[in-house]
């Protein structure tokens, strides 16, 4: 199934997508019952909106792709850090580059969205706790998060305002170790790799994660980035793709 949050003009709506069709269901599926409207949209004639707007929490996994480590070592267990919810923002909105930021790059990643609570769970039924996945963009800067003027914690390098695009859909039934990712600036390739090269997979991460941290329904967990990652800088774009799910394209600017 692929779901989507989308705007008609007036109002925030849900609908699964069939083709080039919406089909509006009554409420956000994340963990609900919900009914068929009735009403029907045209994909070309609505806003996505981001998918999961409001998490209770995101943790997102560091250093989870051998490509990724560059010199570092490589883990010896999951290693989350915390990205807060007012980073979100959806397909097509703008990520916003704060002017004292320096080097801010895009992280091309899967994520993983929380169907039920989730505590203590096994990497066997850690799948069976997820609602379903969407593309992510974990845009960071860099010198607030390892460079000369580093801040001691990812507070604002990690989740300053529009630091998360989501989106564009949230599809369920997938094989979250058997996918292709690859990122985009400007039109150009920046990053490509599949999520078979995880380090910890998905399971693996929410399993260890829901020792220590109760996962509630609409959560997310972001599982990494991979190779070197491009800069972004203002009044270019980027294009997060991943198989099966779709692609998430923002611009990029400066703030005022």
Not at 136 to 158: I, L
Not at 243 to 249: A, D, P, T, V, W
Request: aromatic share 8%; net charge negative; hydrophobic share 30%.
């Amino acid at each position: 199934m692929k779901f989507v949050r989308f705007s008609d003009g007036y109002s925030e709506k849900f609908g699964i997508v069939d083709g080039e069709k919406i089909n509006e269901i009554s409420n956000s599926p994340i963990g609900k019952d919900y009914n068929e409207t009735g009403e029907v949209f045209d994909l070309d004639s609505i806003k996505i909106l981001a998918p999961n707007p409001n998490p209770g929490k995101m943790l997102c996994l560091a250093l989870n792709y051998e490509s990724h480590l560059l010199g570092a070592d490589r883990p010896t267990r999951p290693e989350p850090f915390y990205k807060n919810s007012n980073a979100i923002i959806g397909p097509g909105d703008t990520i916003i580059l704060p002017k004292d930021s320096g080097l801010v790059v895009c992280e091309s990643e899967l994520v993983a969205i929380i169907g039920k609570t989730t505590s203590n769970v096994s990497e066997e039924d850690a799948l069976d706790h997820v609602f379903g996945y969407t593309c992510g963009n974990d845009v960071s800067a860099r010198e607030w998060q390892s460079g000369t003027r580093s801040d001691k914690q990812w507070w604002r390098a990690k989740s300053s305002d529009t630091f998360g695009p989501t989106g564009p859909y949230i599809v369920t039934d997938l094989d979250p170790q058997n996918l292709s990712i690859r990122g985009f600036v400007n039109g150009v390739q920046g990053q490509k790799c599949h999520t078979s090269e995880m380090i910890f997979t998905t399971a693996q991460a929410i399993s260890f994660i829901s020792r220590y941290v109760t996962l509630d329904c609409g959560d997310m967990i972001w599982t990494g980035t991979s190779g070197t990652t491009p800069p972004i800088n203002p009044g270019g774009d980027v294009t997060v793709e991943i198989q099966s799910i779709g692609k998430l394209h923002n611009l990029v600017n400066l703030s005022s």
